[in-house]
């Protein structure tokens, strides 16, 4: 059974950085997509960025030149590296991967930016 874990979110000041970890298990094969998407109090889930098993990463407006989506050596890790955070950056981040059009997500990482 696939499992995505996510660590790495916490409390930080506007203008401050965090990193992200995502360890997917359960599978044998290197997921297609992986990357993170993020939710708010009342609002959708959004993606914050994706990246494809050998090809380039794609982001959203608000989160580029800040945000960088990477795949680690071992096959399904992926890492979100967040520099100058802003208070509306807030919310809780999930890890996503995709394999053979298959979704699958972790529990959720809360990301808090204080002004």
């Known amino acids: 059974q696939v499992q995505l874990v996510e660590s790495g979110g916490g409390l930080v000041q506007a203008g401050g950085s965090l990193r992200l970890s995502c360890v997917a298990s359960g599978s044998i094969f290197t997921f297609d997509v992986m990357g993170w998407y993020r939710q708010a109090p009342g609002k959708q889930r959004d993606l914050v960025a994706v990246i494809p098993g050998g090809g380039s990463a794609s982001y959203a407006d608000s989160v580029k030149g800040r945000f960088t989506v990477s795949r680690g050596n071992a096959e399904n890790t992926v890492y979100l590296q967040m520099s100058s955070l802003k208070p509306e950056d807030t919310a809780v981040y999930y890890c996503?991967?995709?394999?053979?059009?298959?979704?699958?997500w972790g529990q959720g990482t809360q990301v808090t930016v204080s002004s």
């Open positions: 996503h991967a995709q394999l053979w059009g298959r979704n699958y």
